[in-house]
């Protein structure tokens, strides 16, 4: 699990870095992997079939912006306020979970989005 660009990799590559992914979450969880984001949204019709017959659906996120760089790390209003002047329906939103910013501010986003009238759904509620 290297977060490879997928299209610069081979097919079983592409499995086997998946299936690690798949297996991690599982074990970490309990819950089983139903949806896959391409690292750095990076893809191709290739992996879109390769991810889909080993039965992923890819999503790709409708915000996000440069957090995953802990040099580059703004604060947490920072934070807290790109992520709430970018709210809109049907957001799915990529935060990267290395960033102390995005935890620092995350309850307070959730909060204020609420506040303002949003709802926080699953994919699986999403899709309906």
């Keep these: 699990m ?3 660009s997928l299209p610069d990799i081979s097919d079983e590559e592409i499995k086997d870095e998946v299936m690690k ?3 991690s979450i599982y ?3 309990g819950h089983e992997m139903k949806y896959i984001r391409p690292p750095k949204g990076e893809y191709s ?3 879109l079939a390769v991810t889909k017959e080993l039965g992923y659906t890819n999503v790709m996120w409708t915000f996000g912006y440069l957090d995953y760089d802990e040099n580059v790390q703004k604060g947490t209003e920072y934070a807290k306020k790109i992520v709430l002047d970018n709210l809109h329906n049907g957001e799915i939103m990529l935060l990267h979970g290395n960033s102390k910013d995005n935890a620092n501010a995350l309850d307070s986003i959730i909060k204020e989005a609420k506040a303002e009238g949003y709802e926080f759904k699953s994919l699986d509620e999403f899709e309906r």
Excluded: A, G, P
């Design 27 to 29: 074990e970490k969880t």
């Design 21 to 23: 992914l798949h297996q």
């Design 2 to 4: 290297n977060h490879k």
């Design 45 to 47: 019709e290739r992996t």
